[in-house]
């Protein structure tokens, strides 16, 4: 499984951005998709994720109800839709997949920077 990040840059307080990550190769062992961020000095920490098959969803406590994760089956897709933008999710945003035995893949990770 490949993932390709696109998306983010820098945004205002208050402001809204949209990831996107597009799947490829084995696409058909995916069993969820999502989005994991990573601010200087901290931890990993899991943003949002997507299940493959029903498409349930699962946020953070501090994004919910503020991102929106989507998927277009069609184009083997993932988007995060980013709004009401903070200056502490100003973090690297890496796409995140997971198969039907576990291992996990990674994108490259695409910068947020939510600053006046």
């Known amino acids: 499984v490949q993932l390709q990040a696109s998306g983010g840059g820098l945004v205002q307080p208050g402001g809204s951005l949209r990831l996107s990550c597009a799947a490829s190769?084995?696409?058909?062992?995916?069993?969820?998709m999502g989005w994991y961020r990573q601010a200087p000095g901290n931890k990993r920490e899991l943003v949002a994720f997507?299940?493959?098959?029903?498409?349930?969803?699962n946020y953070a406590d501090s994004v919910r109800g503020r991102f929106t994760i989507s998927r277009d089956s069609a184009e083997n897709t993932v988007r995060l839709q980013m709004n009401s933008l903070k200056p502490e999710d100003t973090a690297v945003y890496y796409c995140?997949?997971?198969?039907?035995?576990?291992?996990?893949?990674w994108g490259q990770g695409t910068q947020v920077t939510v600053s006046s």
């Open positions: 995140n997949a997971v198969d039907r035995y576990g291992l996990q893949y």
């Open positions: 190769g084995s696409i058909f062992s995916i069993n969820r």
């Open positions: 997507i299940i493959r098959d029903g498409g349930s969803t």
